[in-house]
């Protein structure tokens, strides 16, 4: 099956293709001809999630999902949230978007001392396909589907580990002694947030494929 993840990020496209197997073709938004910087004007992830992946829909008409994530801290009142990537950016002047080590750098900061480090990393994918609703196929509907992953962990004091990407150094989840910069791909790739929402994305695929 052909699918269009509504990503050019290589580090996610890189993720999910590895989560997904060969089960799925998953293709990027350059694969299909897309280089839309997608505005992500939702104010939750269940939002921007569904805003890209309606884009997509809407222009090109291709089963497609799309994800949005965000890092929650319980001592900044669930911040950074939707806006993990431009954190610093929306703090800092002449702080750009993506920017992972000032978005680091800026959470430690906000963060302090405080000794409640409590944090989970939150990512919803939205899924829109096609269903026939005549037997020939001439009539169809759109359908939208959700799926949330969730990984509970805490922000360390400092940087660690090499891998991985975003917050991945300063996040430690639940159970384990390394941050996932530290775990690896393999391993990270088995437990994230976005892991167990790929995975549920894939069940529902494969039970309505099958």
Sequence with gaps: ????????????????????????????????GCDADIPETGTT??????????????????????????????????????????????????????????????LLSELGENNNRKARFRTVIALIMKKDVCPCGCTSIKQEHLFEGIVEGEITRERSGADGFGYDPIFRPVGYDRTFAE?????????????????????????THS
């Design 45 to 106: 992830l269940e939002e921007n999630a569904l805003i890209k992946a309606r884009y997509v829909w809407d222009r090109y008409h291709i089963s497609c999902f799309a994800d949005d994530t965000g890092l929650e801290v319980d001592a900044l009142d669930g911040a950074p949230g939707i806006y993990s990537a431009r954190f610093a950016a929306m703090r800092q002047p002449g702080a750009v978007s993506h920017d992972a080590e000032a978005n680091m750098s800026q």
């Design 183 to 207: 775990l690896g791909t393999d391993i990270k790739n088995q437990i994230s947030h976005r892991a167990r929402a790929t995975q549920k994305l894939c069940d529902f695929l494969q039970k």
């Design 1 to 32: 099956m052909e699918i269009v993840f509504c990503t050019n990020n290589a580090h996610k496209l890189s993720e999910i293709r590895a989560i997904l197997g060969n089960q799925f073709q998953v293709l990027s938004l350059h694969d299909i």
